[in-house]
C-alpha cells in the first residue's frame, strides 16, 4: 500500500467527487479512479458507493476512514518531530486557515497575540475548509482556524482533537445601492422577481450555513443564482459590481457599508451568526506551541 493511497482516499471522501478530488490530487481522473481501486483490492472491499452522485462511504469505507486519518496524522506528525529535532523551526507555530479568515481575521488575531507573548514565529496555509481538515489530520499544521456552526460538523473526532472559540462574526446579505441609495436586492424577494444570489460553492463552510439556514427561515426566500465562488472576498466584489445579493462576513464588509458601497439587504432576522474556533490535536505538539495553546485557553477561560 502506498501513503498517497490513503490521501487519495480522504481526498475523495472530501469531496465526493471522483473529478474534483483528481484535480486537487493534479492527476488525471482515470490515474485517480485506478489508485482508489488499487487501494479497495489491498484492502479487500469496496469503499466507495459509486451507483449514485455524489458518491458516498460504504460502510466499510465509513470503518477504515478514521484508520486512514489516523496513519497519516501519525506518520506526517512524526516526521515533524524527526525534522524538528535540532532544527530551527522547531519554534515556527503553524496554522492553516479557511481563505476568508486568512485575509481578514489572522492578520489582527496574531497581532494580538505577538503583543501578548512577544513576536512569534508562525506559518499560515490558507484554503478551503475540506483541506484545512485534511492539514490537521495529516499533522501538517499544529492548529486549524476556521469558521464553525451550530449545524456544522467539522469532521474531527472529539477523542483526537479539541478547539477554543476565539471570535464572533457574522454572516450580513448585502447588495450595491439602487439609484434611491437604498439596497438593490431586498429579502426575501419574491417568486415573481427573485433576487439575483451569489452562492457559495459546495465546499465553503460559509455556503452551507448560509443554506442550512435559509432553509430553517420562517419567510420563505426567492432567489435565483447567478454566481458561485468559495472566496467571500469574491462574492464581495461581485456585490459592489452590482451583480447580485450575498452572505458576507461582517469583518469583510464593514468599512464598504460604513462607506455606501454595500448596503445590507435585509433585517435582522437574515443575519446569520458564526463563531471562529481554534482547532488542534490532543497529542502533544512542540513547546511553542504548547505554550501557544495554554495563553489562548487561560485567556478565554478566564
Sequence with gaps: MEVKWLEDFLCLVDTCNFSRSADKRATTQPAFSRRIKALEEWIGAIMFDRSKQPISLTPAGEKFRPIAEEILRRLYQGRDDIRQTGNITENTISFSATHSLSLMFFPGWIRKMDEQLGVLQTRLDSNQIGNCVQALLRGECHFMLCPTHSHEDVQLPEEFFMSIKVGDDRLLPVSAPDETGGPSQILPGTAKNPLSYLAYTDSSAIGRAVEFTLSLH??????????????????????????????????????????????????ETWIIPHGVHLFRSRDPLPQASENFWKHIAYAESA
Design 218 to 267: 420562517s419567510e420563505k426566500v426567492n432567489l435565483n443564482c447567478v454566481f458561485e465562488s468559495h472566496l467571500a472576498a469574491v462574492l464581495k466584489t461581485m456585490c459592489r459590481e452590482g451583480r447580485g445579493l450575498a452572505w458576507i462576513p461582517e469583518t469583510i464588509v464593514q468599512d464598504d457599508l460604513e462607506t455606501g458601497l454595500l448596503k445590507l439587504s435585509g433585517d
